[in-house]
């Protein structure tokens, strides 16, 4: 018997592990395997492999560098490779701690020559604005997963959401057609799969299982925002078929790279808009750098790539939650690097490009999108238009550019 592993993981702690349950139950000869970083304090992480029935063993693993993380990922291999060799076990379920993201996790199972057949963010609707807006260091909260770990709860939220291909929603009484529809407009190619609430022994969970089923039936006027998370199957056969349907780690990889990324498309719906903002001029540095804080801010999250006038050549990665901006260079524009060298730019890379090309600037652009609820569109398109450079300033050409002030020299750490 080939073992096939999914990783489920989100800060939305119950969540997870009702997802994690469902999976148990739902698949026989599966296990689940935990890492608890919260130990980490006492010098060791504690893992445990369990079953739909119970705990099955609990071991530890020394810290590697002073690192709960790193010593989950020394651990984690040998663990599902002893599990591989012992034949018995059809599916592995790596319930990944609260704050560890699943691309680390994913690439270090495929790189051990393991194979991932599915990655799983589990979510509850009515928590997702309370955590994108959450700018608290994820050391102040007690998730930090090493001593160096400077992370928010927001973006690291962000993130462990938009790489999983498959969300896991759990039928939450407090979330309302706002909740779901942000959901839908953040990550807007993921399947979305129901997942009752409560545990799957439970006899309180049949009655929402059955709830779950009639929700699906509604169509046209009657079928709500609720409903288009319920699109893909009932909640037991969905949520299996979605951790065995297959995984593409670089395929992941490149959906998230910021010259490359998937953005989502405008949408206004429920009270929720994404606002997509695409231009071919340049931004004047010191006019951008002065609209950072109401740029970040306009909304629960944004990203996206961006182009400075004084550094012309560098494709620049906007990602903001929390009301925190991380700004960072994510290597050359295509269109500035010589032809002999486009033969090692992924076919990925060059596809996005093609998308963006502009007969002057060639992929040189600005490309940012804002999702949030009440976002003011025409507020923020201003505000945008108002930090490009003027039509003097773009006709002075690109050595005059160069000579703006640096000022995003600091944020970038040049």
Request: proline share 6%; glycine share 8%; aromatic share 4%.
């Amino acid at each position: 018997m080939s073992l096939s592993v999914v990783i489920v993981g989100g800060l939305h702690a119950d969540a997870r592990r009702a997802t994690v349950a469902r999976l148990l139950a739902d698949v026989p000869g599966s296990v689940a395997l935990h890492h608890d970083l919260a130990s980490a304090e006492a010098g060791t992480v504690v893992r445990t492999v369990r079953d739909a029935g119970g705990v099955l063993s609990v071991g530890e693993a020394p810290l590697v560098n002073d690192c709960a993380c790193c010593a989950l990922r020394e651990d984690l291999v040998p663990e599902l490779r002893r599990l591989a060799d012992h034949g018995t076990t059809r599916l592995a379920v790596v319930e990944l701690w609260d704050s560890v993201e699943p691309k680390a996790m994913a690439e270090v199972v495929v790189a051990g020559g393991l194979t991932v057949t599915g990655v799983i963010t589990a979510v509850d609707p009515a928590l997702l604005l309370p955590y994108l807006g959450n700018g608290d260091d994820l050391a102040d909260v007690g998730l930090a997963a090493a001593a160096t770990d400077r992370r928010t709860v927001a973006d690291t939220f962000a993130r462990q959401l938009e790489y999983a291909p498959v969300l896991a929603v759990v039928d939450s009484e407090e979330a309302d057609d706002e909740d779901r529809e942000l959901l839908a407009q953040l990550h807007p190619t993921a399947r979305r799969v129901p997942v009752p609430a409560g545990h799957p022994g439970d006899p309180a969970s049949a009655p929402a299982r059955k709830a779950d089923a009639t929700r699906t039936t509604g169509t046209g006027a009657e079928a709500d925002a609720s409903a288009r998370a319920y699109a893909h199957g009932t909640s037991s056969e969905g949520l299996v078929s979605a951790a065995l349907a297959g995984f593409d780690v670089e395929a992941a990889a490149a959906a998230q790279h910021p010259a490359c990324a998937l953005l989502p498309a405008e949408a206004d719906a429920h009270g929720v808009s994404t606002l997509v903002w695409h231009r071919n001029r340049p931004f004047h540095p010191e006019r951008l750098y002065a609209a950072l804080e109401d740029l970040t801010c306009a909304a629960a999250r944004s990203r996206g790539r961006f182009w400075l006038a004084d550094k012309p050549d560098v494709l620049l990665h906007w990602d903001a939650a929390g009301g925190a901006l991380c700004v960072e260079s994510a290597g050359p524009w295509l269109a500035s690097l010589p032809d002999a060298a486009w033969d090692m730019v992924p076919p990925v890379r060059r596809a996005a490009a093609a998308l963006d090309w502009h007969a002057e600037h060639g992929d040189c652009c600005q490309h940012l999108v804002f999702t949030s609820p009440g976002l003011d569109r025409d507020g923020l398109e201003r505000l945008l238009e108002s930090c490009l450079l003027t039509d003097a300033e773009y006709a002075a050409g690109r050595d005059a550019w160069k000579r703006l002030p640096p000022a995003f020299d600091t944020l970038l750490e040049v």
